[in-house]
């Protein structure tokens, strides 16, 4: 997709969001029981605190558009489907390391480090996450072989 059509895209998409209502506490409540997701489970989901989520749907403070955008979506499908999607999803190299697409060797060794002191096994991270890293970084190395 050319940059001009995703900038639009993306510019619709703020657009949108931006436009959406404000949603009650009691509303969004709704949209948890509609999509068949406890509160705490949520919270995991979305990363936030059980406590959080219960004040939103008790209208004790306002709910964000994103996580009444998630509950929008969980209503669609569920927790599991979300998962395997995610499972699914793939990423380019530059993607993984957060990098720019012509990013050179040099640049995906220095994300790879940050991301290493991250993700590694030995500091408390996930041996799947690392190998993502060290594949991307991998790829970025036979790149600048080239």
Same mark, same amino acid.
């Given at each position: 997709?050319?940059?001009?059509?995703?900038?639009?895209?993306?510019?619709?998409?703020?657009?949108?969001?931006?436009?959406?209502?404000?949603?009650?506490?009691?509303?969004?409540?709704?949209? @948890? +029981?509609? *999509?068949?997701?406890?509160? #705490? %489970?949520? $919270? &995991?989901? =979305?990363?936030?605190?059980?406590?959080?989520?219960?004040?939103?749907?008790?209208?004790?403070?306002?709910?964000?558009?994103?996580?009444?955008?998630?509950?929008?979506?969980?209503?669609?499908?569920?927790?599991?489907?979300?998962?395997?999607?995610?499972?699914?999803?793939?990423?380019?190299?530059?993607?993984? @390391? +957060?990098? *720019?697409?012509?990013?050179? #060797? %040099?640049? $995906? &060794?220095? =994300?790879?480090?940050?991301?290493?002191?991250?993700?590694?096994?030995?500091?408390?991270?996930?041996?799947?996450?690392?190998?993502?890293?060290?594949?991307?970084?991998?790829?970025?190395?036979?790149?600048?072989?080239?």
């Amino acid at each position: 997709m050319p940059e001009a059509k995703k900038f639009v895209a993306n510019m619709e998409l703020s657009s949108m969001l931006n436009r959406m209502k404000a949603l009650l506490g009691s509303e969004f409540a709704a949209l @948890l +029981g509609r *999509a068949d997701v406890p509160q #705490a %489970a949520f $919270a &995991r989901l =979305a990363g936030v605190t059980a406590r959080q989520v219960n004040n939103w749907c008790r209208g004790r403070a306002t709910v964000p558009r994103w996580a009444a955008t998630l509950a929008l979506l969980l209503a669609e499908i569920s927790p599991e489907q979300l998962a395997i999607r995610l499972e699914e999803a793939s990423f380019a190299w530059h993607e993984v @390391l +957060g990098v *720019a697409p012509d990013a050179d #060797a %040099a640049t $995906a &060794r220095r =994300a790879m480090t940050h991301l290493a002191s991250a993700y590694h096994p030995d500091s408390g991270g996930d041996a799947a996450q690392m190998a993502r890293i060290n594949a991307a970084c991998q790829t970025a190395r036979s790149r600048g072989d080239q």
